[in-house]
Each structure stands twice: as C-alpha cells, then as structure tokens.
C-alpha cells in the first residue's frame, strides 16, 4: 500500500546525504513507535499477544511488542487466512517472537487471552468488540489513518487510557478518535498525553494493572526523520549502501 522514499538533508546546509526506500522505514519506524508505548503502557506480566493484519504493518507490530515484552503467545487475524499462515510461518521463532503463531478463526478468538492487541488494518469499521476486551489489555492502534478509517470500537476508547503520538495529527487524521468525537462520545481532553510526555516522564503511563490503555498512531515527520539518520549511521558502521557523486 506504500510506496516512498526518504531524503535525508544534511541539517547545516540542506545538502542530501542519502536516499532510503521509504516503506520499509516506515514500517519499522512505525513498529518502534509502539514497541515504545507498549514498553510504557503495557502491563509488565503481558504474555499473550493478538495481530490484526498481516502485511508489512503488522510483522513490524510483533516484533516490536515482543522486544517490549516476555511474549509466549501470538494470535494473528487477517480476513484472509491465507495471509495470516504466511505471516505465521515467516515470523514464528524470529528474534523474540515465539516459535508457534496461532491463526485465530475470528475476532473475538483472537482477542479473548491477549493482553496487548495489535491493530494494523484499512478497516472502516472496528476489527474487534469491545465486550471481548480483557481487563488490562493495551491496544496500539496503527492502521487508520483518515476520518473515515475505524479499527478500535469508539466504546474502548471512550473507556481507556488514550495516548496518540501527535494531538493535531490525531484530531486531523485519525478516524478512531475523530468518530467518537462527532458522536459525542468524548471531548479532546479525552486525549491524555502524547507519547513523547510519557517517556519525558512530564505525563503518567498506565495508572493500574486494570485500565485499558490504547496508543493511537498516525504517524509523524520527526520519526522518519530519526530513524533515517540511526540508518544511515548503522550504514556506514556496516559498510552497507551506495555511495554516489551528487
């Protein structure tokens, strides 16, 4: 679904140092994003985690949650089976991630155990009910991306803890907070920090072992922008890449 690349600017004078294919970056910057909210927000004793989707999205999901956290367990959905078992069979026992991935039939089989729920769909509709929810649970929602885009059902993020990654960029893009918010359901300050607060330690992270804690990303500059330059030092340390005359 994404095609990009990525420009890194020498900061001084502008002048381009390296050109990097922009969604593989993405997925993994994307990835980090909520390996770093599920380090904060997620219960410590987390063991069991539920994927949905099954593209570049959501093999960046669980490798992250399970670098956060000791995961035992993975349940993976997808509408299309088939998608699921070739994400199951590529990721199982890769770095963290443990050796068997479960192909969940439903929604509701996927969520019941988890403890962390990744989302990483197009979905216009919630993926999952919010009666299925386990106390504790924490959600990183990454998939929905426009006002039109749902993947959380607006009574869990009424309910939980909610963390974004940017308070503008999620009132102007993020469907699963921007619904809740026409019906009625909450107001702005529902919103209670950004990521960045929490690991500043300016915002509290999860308050108790039972609260719902759901981060919502969209997405922002600033890490492309760092995880293109901690690329391109790992480059040079490697020996990796191409050097061109520009």
């Known amino acids: 679904m994404i095609q990009a690349a990525v420009v890194l600017l020498e900061a001084e004078t502008g002048r381009p140092i390296a050109l990097l294919e922009g969604s593989a970056l993405t997925a993994i910057r994307t990835g980090a994003a909520s390996g770093a909210a599920a380090d904060v927000l997620a219960r410590?004793?987390?063991?069991?985690?539920?994927?949905?989707?099954?593209?570049?999205?959501?093999?960046?999901?669980?490798?992250?949650?399970?670098?956060?956290r000791k995961i035992e367990a993975v349940s993976v959905f997808d509408p299309s089976p088939e998608k699921s078992r070739v994400l199951a069979e590529e990721m199982a026992g890769r770095g963290n991630i443990p050796n068997e991935i479960r192909v969940a039939e439903s929604p509701s089989q996927a969520?019941?155990?988890?403890?962390?729920?990744?989302?990483?769909?197009?979905?216009?509709?919630?993926?999952?009910?919010?009666?299925?929810?386990?106390?504790?649970?924490?959600?990183?929602?990454?998939?929905?991306?426009?006002?039109?885009?749902?993947?959380v059902p607006a009574e869990t993020i009424q309910r939980a803890h909610l963390v974004?990654?940017?308070?503008?960029?999620?009132?102007?893009?993020?469907?699963?907070?921007?619904q809740p918010l026409r019906n009625g359901l909450i107001t702005v300050d529902h919103i209670s920090a950004e990521l960045g607060e929490i690991l500043l330690g300016r915002k509290p992270g999860r308050k108790t072992e039972a609260e719902i804690t759901c981060f919502k990303s969209v997405g922002i500059a600033v890490q492309d922008a760092m995880a293109a330059q901690l690329a391109l030092h790992n480059a040079h340390q490697l020996g990796l890449g191409q050097s061109v005359n520009f």
């Open 44 to 68: 410590s004793d987390s063991r069991v985690v539920a994927i949905f989707g099954a593209g570049a999205q959501a093999r960046t999901q669980l490798e992250a949650v399970c670098s956060a």
């Open 164 to 178: 974004v990654d940017s308070r503008s960029a999620a009132l102007a893009e993020a469907g699963d907070i921007i």
């Open 111 to 151: 969520v019941r155990d988890a403890d962390i729920i990744c989302t990483a769909t197009t979905s216009s509709r919630a993926v999952f009910l919010d009666r299925d929810l386990k106390p504790g649970v924490h959600i990183c929602a990454v998939g929905g991306y426009t006002a039109e885009m749902q993947e």
